[in-house]
């Protein structure tokens, strides 16, 4: 039968995720004759095999119904949006057709042999057909190209007959200039002018080198693979041509060893914003205290600073994310004892450098360390602390989750954890404006820190993760939670604008004692600072967690926690307690504080019996509760006495504080006034301002300070403030002096009279005023007969309080020449060598002398 058809390709069929089934209407004898193609969505074509990748079905009469159906895929889904499939001849170039001498043969085989050559005709003709070709008028001599080295390079062209041929692009063609544009400095041939008159010309390539992208260095973004090899080389090309910015992209950037800096100068590290996540992997762990350390660091072990000032600076972090969840200190060698930050940045001698806009998650040690490797302020009267450091705008979530086993010792075990922010040895540095939420650590730890500003942070709440504290009764060492804190060496600093909620409040004091963190140099406590306009609302803190079953009456209870801790006791009757600090004390009686609550240290315990069963309790981490929400001393050490001298403690509100509202230890010539103090005392009671002394010797104590106009109130019924002003007198001699008490609104205290001195004699107070005066403040001389003069014993001029009885008149004069005030009751003054004369006709109830 003879072949018609002319058809030797069917298709290109498109797909569309649904057809497996394509047709095709040439002859074959057999489906190995048909050959299947497949062009993927970027052109590529593919040969099918088949029967693995495709069926064919013939129709049965190849002669009267020509062709069959291809089936593809064999499995699976159907061919995709983009693809095309392609069915052409595949009959092999050969004849396979014997006939012999003298042999019989049928008609068939013959008209076979033939319809074998025109479907072979056909197969070349179909291929011809995609070639190109030369007009039908042209010779077709000579069009054989080169050999490919000499082709290389080079374009297809046609020579001045006509002829293929292979040119050398001519300079300034479009293909010469097509292929100079795709080349690595084809940006180098493009202008560029920036609007604005005065705008000078510069290529594309000078403009887009202003900013370097991490893509330019191949960075992975599939959040999988490690990112920090391209990123430190990006770092790496940006210092050696003397700094500039590099620019991340959206995206996370998984890095397996830190982001380093160290050597560095003048470098950006710009995110585009908080979706630009760097989240580093478990190997960063402390095994090595450079790149399985910080995230991102700048570690330059340098030594001094130079009159020049360090020589590595501008270092700029900003709008990212750096997520260290994974980050532990699981590496860190048994035998180390200091370093391993373990932060999320961290500088060390690098002047200038600023860390803003960025969320920090979960750091583990510290969020931000900056510091010098020699932590001394001054070297041979020399500065050597890091200046002008900025850490602002940032969001600190979670941050400081668990101790550092480097720094373990008698107070604390297990180790001590890091701080949120901490700034060392520096000079005019600024941490304002940040955010801080549930850290498990202090908020800032500064450490000879000079003319520094730390303003307007926020911090809400407390961490549950373990702190430093010992079990042992003789040492109450309990690490804050969210404070602003200095263990030594803080002047000429602001601490203002803060708001502490649910946690933390501002510790400072010093070190007197030489060891490796003070740089081997007595350090005292704050000197010049202004500490003003905080609020500090329930500085305790308190976060729940589950309590144990409550026993039956006259259980033992034990902290379970390194932290402190509240316990809150709801309901029952006849309820009292005893109470055991740390694992080694005796039990004491304990009365319970507001609402029936009690605190417990780490290592404390308590009994509780009942006539009536509590119904329920409430335990809450509470690493604050035993702290003053605002406590400032000198730092002494035995053999060694300092004080914290010319601060400014003004404005502050604080409400409920752990301890006293203001605690000063070693607190001389300062200033305290305008201070608002509400409940002081969460759970023992307290004084609202308490003056104390670290050691018998001199100038230690509290003395020459003036407290001046501050508000002291208690809302609870009945109240758990003790005085409003309290002292002590280590050896039973009394240190705290000549303190001006003035112009101050007082409240009653839960114990006898408002304030406590061992010297009241040696405090000056007037014109102090509230409900809880008139009080027993000097011991008095008695109350006088009536008409009798009565001469003022003390040396010094003094405020007499008269209550009660019928008081017609009270004068005051030298003897014998007294004048009748007009006042019959309240307090009248009675200069030093005068006399004081009460008439009555009923004996006053009491009377009360003071300092004046």
Not at 397 to 426: F, H, M
Not at 494 to 518: C, D, K, Q, Y
Request: aromatic residues 8%; glycine residues 12%.
């Amino acid at each position: 039968m003879t072949i018609s058809s002319t058809t030797r390709k069917a298709g290109p069929f498109f797909g569309n995720d649904a057809t497996t089934s394509f047709p095709f209407p040439f002859k074959v004898f057999k489906k190995q004759d048909v050959k299947v193609t497949l062009t993927t969505d970027t052109g590529a074509d593919i040969e099918l095999t088949l029967d693995s990748d495709y069926l064919i079905v013939l129709n049965a009469d190849q002669d009267a119904s020509p062709g069959g159906v291809v089936t593809y895929p064999r499995s699976g889904s159907p061919m995709a949006v983009g693809y095309r499939l392609t069915m052409t001849g595949g009959l092999a170039n050969v004849q396979p057709t014997d006939i012999q001498n003298s042999g019989g043969f049928f008609p068939q085989v013959v008209e076979d042999m033939s319809d074998r050559s025109t479907i072979q005709i056909q197969q070349l003709q179909e291929i011809a057909d995609r070639s190109l070709k030369f007009s039908v008028s042209d010779s077709g001599a000579g069009v054989t190209l080169p050999p490919a080295d000499l082709r290389a390079d080079k374009v297809l062209g046609f020579d001045s007959t006509g002829k293929p041929t292979v040119l050398i692009p001519t300079s300034g063609s479009a293909a010469d200039v097509l292929i100079q544009l795709a080349g690595p400095s084809g940006s180098s041939m493009v202008g560029f002018i920036q609007t604005g008159v005065g705008a000078v010309v510069r290529t594309a390539q000078d403009k887009m080198r202003d900013e370097f992208n991490a893509k330019d260095f191949g960075v992975p973004m599939d959040g999988v693979t490690d990112a920090a090899p391209a990123l430190n080389a990006a770092v790496q090309a940006i210092n050696a041509i003397g700094g500039g910015v590099l620019k991340i992209p959206p995206g996370t950037f998984v890095v397996d060893s830190g982001i380093n800096l160290t050597g560095c100068s003048n470098i950006t590290l710009r995110g585009s914003g908080w979706d630009t996540i760097i989240k580093c992997t478990a190997s960063l762990n402390g095994s090595n205290n450079s790149s399985k350390n910080d995230v991102i660091y700048a570690l330059n072990f340098t030594g001094t600073r130079p009159a020049t000032g360090y020589a590595h600076k501008n270092l700029i972090v900003e709008d990212m994310t750096i997520d260290c969840s994974l980050q532990s200190a699981s590496g860190v060698p048994a035998a180390a004892t200091a370093g391993y930050s373990l932060a999320a940045v961290e500088f060390m001698n690098v002047d200038y450098s600023h860390v803003r806009r960025c969320r920090i998650y979960r750091a583990f040690g510290n969020g931000v360390a900056i510091s010098t490797y020699d932590p001394r302020l001054t070297v041979s009267g020399v500065t050597n602390g890091i200046e002008f450091c900025i850490v602002e705008q940032n969001f600190f979530e979670e941050c400081v989750r668990g101790l550092l086993p480097q720094y373990k010792g008698a107070n604390a075990p297990d180790g001590i954890t890091g701080t949120v922010i901490q700034i060392g040895s520096a000079v005019g540095c600024m941490l304002r404006d940040n955010y801080v939420l549930y850290p498990g650590g202090p908020f800032i730890d500064a450490f000879n820190a000079s003319e520094c500003q730390f303003t307007g942070n926020m911090i809400i709440g407390t961490g549950t993760t373990p702190v430093g504290a010992s079990p042992v009764n003789a040492i109450l060492y309990q690490q804050t939670m969210g404070t602003i804190r200095s263990d030594f060496g803080m002047r000429n600093c602001v601490i203002s604008g803060n708001t502490f909620r649910n946690s933390g409040g501002i510790f400072l004091t010093g070190n007197m004692s030489p060891n490796f963190f003070n740089g081997n140099t007595p350090t005292p406590g704050p000197q010049n600072c202004d500490i003003s306009n905080n609020i500090i609302i329930n500085q305790p803190g308190a976060r729940a967690f589950t309590p144990p079953a409550i026993g039956a009456s006259g259980a033992t209870y034990t902290n379970p926690s390194t932290q402190s801790i509240q316990v809150r006791i709801n309901g029952g009757a006849g309820i009292t307690c005893t109470y055991r600090r740390g694992t080694d004390g005796s039990f004491v009686s304990q009365t319970l504080g507001p609402g029936q609550s009690l605190q417990l240290a780490r290592g404390d315990a308590f009994t509780m019996t009942y006539t009536t069963a509590p119904t329920s309790w409430s335990w809450l981490y509470s690493p604050n509760v035993f702290q003053g929400a605002i406590s400032l001393g000198g730092g002494s050490v035995p053999g060694s006495p300092t004080t914290a001298a010319g601060n400014n403690v003004s404005g502050n509100r604080i409400f409920v504080s752990g301890g006293a509202g203001i605690a000063c230890t070693d607190f001389n010539e300062n200033q305290i006034s305008g201070n608002y103090i509400n409940d002081p005392g969460a759970v023992r009671g307290a004084a609202a301002i308490s003056f104390s002394t670290s050691s018998n010797e001199a100038p230690n104590g509290c003395s020459r300070n003036s407290v001046i106009g501050n508000f002291i109130k208690d809302d609870r019924t009945p109240p758990n403030m003790t005085y409003n002003f309290q002292d002590d007198a280590p050896g039973g001699i009394p240190r705290c002096l000549d303190n001006t008490f003035l112009n101050n609104r007082l409240e009653q205290g839960s114990s006898a009279g408002t304030v406590s001195f061992v010297s009241l004699a040696r405090q000056f107070m007037a014109q102090n005023f509230g409900p809880g005066l008139p009080g027993p403040f000097l011991t008095s001389p008695g109350i006088p007969a009536t008409g009798a003069e009565q001469a003022n014993p003390f040396p010094y001029d003094c405020m007499v309080y008269v209550a009660g009885g019928v008081v017609t008149a009270i004068a005051v004069g030298r003897a014998g020449s007294t004048f009748v005030t007009g006042v019959t009751a309240g307090g009248v003054r009675v200069p030093q060598g005068c006399v004081l004369k009460l008439t009555y006709t009923t004996t006053p109830t009491s009377m009360n002398w003071f300092r004046a």
